[in-house]
């Protein structure tokens, strides 16, 4: 058996041999550099009150050009007050005026789950990569030293006007290596220190608690009306916490889940004694900074502390253990000796309740969980207070325990799983496998977990490009792309394919073909993993080709029995691929003009997606069937398809597939308007807009911009009278 592997394998070399230097003269083209947009801010904060004045004396300065420098405005405060929401709100404002998008470089000390303080250099040095990714193309590199990279950041910033954002900043130093070079790209610094702006030209704007009336406002929107129903109860809950925005947000949240008010059940929740902390932050220089709010934010988090669950209580002791002002989430849970499920539930309520924060480093969406310093210190404290010596070592046993399981995981069978996952339909599961793969490849420093870390990366990307996420997609593929030397062939191959597909979404055929023909032309197809994405990159070449002229649909045919014949000498004979082969065949027969044959094609697809239980594949299936019926002027049959990927692609959570299902649905009741005469066409009228208002929502939801003003212009030439109708419903 092994003998007759080999002999296949070497036959499809000698036969491939010349259809590669075909490849290579068919595809030499200047490629065009597509610019999208960045949007990296963190979500907009829910309730929002309070900092009308601020926000416009903010917008106003960073509108005004004065010279050639940007403007720079540097918002001053505590840990809490609001400094990034009030970053967040101006610059999603600005950046609605300005196609130059947003982005945002978090510049805090203590970053990662490691809690290791970052020098300025590498602070500089990791904010210039999120900088510069977010800029440039998706064919252009990061350069390699810092020195070049400020350079490459300055072109990029002169070229596109984006809105800065530099998130918790300790030094002046750190701000002005990351100024943009072009007065277009206004700067928006979030910082603690008071002292930041002295010799500088950069303007402050101090943020002051909020008023007494503006933190009752802040109550009402968070607390039900049995708490606030009377200005008594509510103004002594707001007098207590001197209008501090976080500490009203950490007691609102506990009240809001009693049902007692009014001054007797205040009195009950704060009788117990606050618990004293220290509200000094150390900087670089030693020198203590005084939070002045912190007997306010302390008296806050006890009361918080007191309305918690047990579980929630040994969930926060344990944060205290750790002492760390960042940590993965697995810790947490190994700490607290309960599974994932259990220790989500203990983390989401702790986040409800205001003491951490879940949040992600970069693209990956490896949650990272974070607590401001005070937090921690409580938190240490509790610990301190409830546990004993023989606690700690106990505890430092099931961490290393946890570790050296970890690392005993296979990341590559990790991938393969979330591969199987998603073609199961499991788009939750799978995107958390593949998450999990890339955590555990970062733990392991060892060279040849390397290649590991790139292929977990690459297949992150090759979901997100499924689910239709643009903007992660680009990041990860990127992220890999640009890693080449350390990444194996595999990873390599599937990160630029995912950059293919992306070209191939924003209607840039050549770049999408360039792109896929180094694949072609490097992939060993004595290599199981690079066979499979030999045979995928050919099948998105199929896919290109059958809209092009004659001779491109020549290649089209060349290329799908080059796939056939790769995909034979596979391990079951390739399998896993019959499905996308059967697919991909339907294309260039409707080319061609045979119908039917291509309709057999996908029926043959269909008993493959069904003899492996591949729901995604049953709902591509489906959707291609509709396509290819609507085609055919059979609109009934193409409905029924169109209406089971639809309904398929909504129950696994799958919202691009669902926005295309949409399109397609909502243009084939359109065919059918263009076929009737009033009345009888206006329910199909009706159901062509809810169907259009539904896929432009996801096409834009899934940053598919072309698709999305390709359906607004559908819906604005179907009911031009009805655009204000059409926005509220949207």
Request: charged letters at 30%.
């Amino acid at each position: 058996m092994a003998a007759m592997v080999v002999s296949t394998t070497a036959m499809i070399l000698i036969m491939v041999g010349p259809e590669r230097k075909r490849l290579r003269r068919s595809w030499r083209g200047r490629a065009r550099r597509d610019y999208l947009a960045p949007s990296e801010l963190a979500a907009l904060p829910p309730i929002f009150v309070g900092r009308a004045r601020e926000k416009q004396d903010l917008i106003d300065f960073l509108t005004t050009r004065t010279g050639d420098a940007p403007p720079v405005a540097v918002l001053v405060g505590p840990y809490g007050i609001g400094k990034s929401s009030l970053a967040a709100v101006v610059a999603t404002e600005l950046a609605q005026r300005s196609i130059g998008g947003t982005l945002v470089a978090d510049l805090s000390r203590r970053r990662g789950p490691d809690g290791a303080d970052r020098s300025d250099d590498d602070i500089v040095d990791d904010a210039l990569k999120v900088l510069i990714t977010g800029l440039k193309s998706a064919r252009e590199q990061v350069a390699p030293t810092v020195d070049a990279r400020v350079g490459q950041y300055h072109a990029l910033t002169r070229k596109h006007g984006a809105i800065i954002v530099l998130d918790d900043a300790d030094t002046a130093e750190v701000i002005a290596r990351l100024l943009p070079a072009s007065p277009r790209c206004p700067v928006i610094v979030t910082t603690a220190d008071p002292g930041l702006t002295e010799n500088r030209s950069w303007r402050s704007f101090p943020l002051k608690p909020l008023g007494e009336e503006q933190s009752m406002e802040l109550l009402r929107k968070l607390i039900s009306a049995t708490w606030t129903n009377d200005d008594e109860t509510c103004r002594r809950i707001a007098t207590g916490l001197f209008g501090h925005p976080n500490a009203i947000r950490l007691t609102a949240t506990q009240l809001a889940c009693r049902e007692d008010s009014g001054v007797d059940a205040l009195s009950r929740i704060y009788a117990d004694p606050a618990t004293e902390l220290s509200a000094r932050r150390l900087r670089r220089r030693e020198q203590p900074v005084t939070t002045p709010w912190a007997p306010t934010f302390n008296v806050a988090l006890q009361v918080s502390y007191n309305l918690l669950g047990d579980e929630e209580k040994l969930g926060l002791r344990m944060i205290g253990y750790l002492d760390r002002p960042a940590f993965p989430a697995w810790m947490l849970s190994s700490l607290l000796d309960a599974d994932s499920a259990q220790a989500t539930r203990v983390l989401d309520r702790l986040s409800v309740a205001g003491f951490l924060t879940r949040t992600s480093a970069d693209a990956v969406g490896v949650p990272v969980l974070r607590v401001n310093e005070d937090v921690l210190h409580f938190a240490r404290s509790k610990f301190e207070e409830d546990s004993r010596a023989s606690d700690r070592s106990r505890l430092d046993d099931r961490i290393r325990t946890r570790k050296a399981d970890r690392k005993q995981t296979d990341v590559q069978a990790c991938v393969a799983t979330a591969r199987r996952q998603i073609a199961r339909g499991d788009v939750d599961g799978a995107l958390g496998t593949a998450r999990r793969a890339v955590d555990l490849a970062r733990e392991d420093d060892r060279e040849s977990h390397h290649a590991d870390e790139g292929l977990a990366l690459a297949t992150l990307a090759e979901l997100h490009m499924e689910l239709g996420a643009a903007g992660p997609t680009h990041d990860l593929a990127t992220a890999v792309l640009d890693r080449r030397e350390r990444n194996g062939a595999v990873a390599w191959q599937r990160a630029q394919r995912c950059a293919a597909r992306l070209a191939r979404r924003t209607r840039r055929r050549q770049d999408a073909l360039d792109l896929l023909v180094p694949i072609v032309d490097t992939a060993n197809a004595a290599d199981p993993g690079e066979a499979e994405e030999l045979v995928l990159a050919l099948l998105e070449m199929v896919v290109l080709d059958s809209q092009g002229g004659p001779e491109d649909q020549s290649r089209a045919w060349r290329n799908l029995k080059w796939a056939t014949r790769v995909c034979a000498g596979l391990p079951d004979e390739g399998v896993v691929l019959q499905t996308y082969l059967c697919r991909t065949r339907s294309y260039i027969l409707q080319a061609a003009g045979k119908l039917d044959a291509a309709e057999q094609a996908l029926v043959e697809a269909e008993r493959w997606a069904l003899r492996r239980a591949e729901r995604l594949s049953l709902a591509w299936t489906a959707y291609r069937r509709a396509m290819l019926l609507r085609a055919g002027d059979d609109p009934a049959t193409a409905t029924r398809h169109a209406r089971e990927a639809l309904h398929a692609f909504g129950d696994m959570g799958h919202r691009y597939g669902r926005a295309r299902a949409a399109r397609l649905l909502g243009d084939i009741h359109a065919d059918a308007l263009n076929a009737e005469t009033e009345p009888a066409a206006e329910p199909h009228r009706q159901r062509a807009v809810m169907c259009w208002i539904e896929a432009r929502d996801g096409f834009t939801a899934c940053g598919d911009l072309a698709e999305a003003a390709e359906v607004k212009a559908l819906l604005d030439s179907m009911v031009p009278d009805r655009r204000p109708t059409l926005a509220g419903q949207a």
